[in-house]
C-alpha cells in the first residue's frame, strides 16, 4: 500500500479513546452510540463527548439529560 491509497473504513461501530478536545481510534469503523439515546453517530459529526467516563453524546442535551438536569428534551 503506498501513501495515496486509502484503506477501506469499516462500516461498523468503532471504538474511541476520547482526550481532551480530540479523540483516538482504536478500532476503525464509521459511527459510535450515544451514552444516552443509543442513536448512532458518525465520527465526523462527533463534538460532544465526557473523557473522564469515556462515553460518547449526540448533542449537548444528552450530555446535560446523562447530568440529570430536568426539563431538556433530547431528539431520540
Keep these: 500500500m503506498n501513501r495515496y491509497e486509502r484503506r477501506p473504513i469499516t462500516a461498523g461501530e468503532a471504538e474511541l479513546e476520547y482526550l481532551d478536545g480530540e479523540f483516538r481510534v482504536l478500532r476503525p469503523g464509521n459511527f459510535v452510540r450515544c451514552a444516552v439515546t443509543g442513536v448512532a453517530i458518525r465520527l465526523e459529526d462527533l463534538r460532544y463527548w465526557n473523557v473522564d467516563q469515556q462515553e460518547p453524546y449526540a448533542g449537548p442535551e444528552a450530555k446535560l439529560r446523562k447530568l440529570g438536569v ?5 431528539q431520540d
Excluded: E, F
Design 70 to 74: 430536568k426539563g431538556v428534551k433530547t
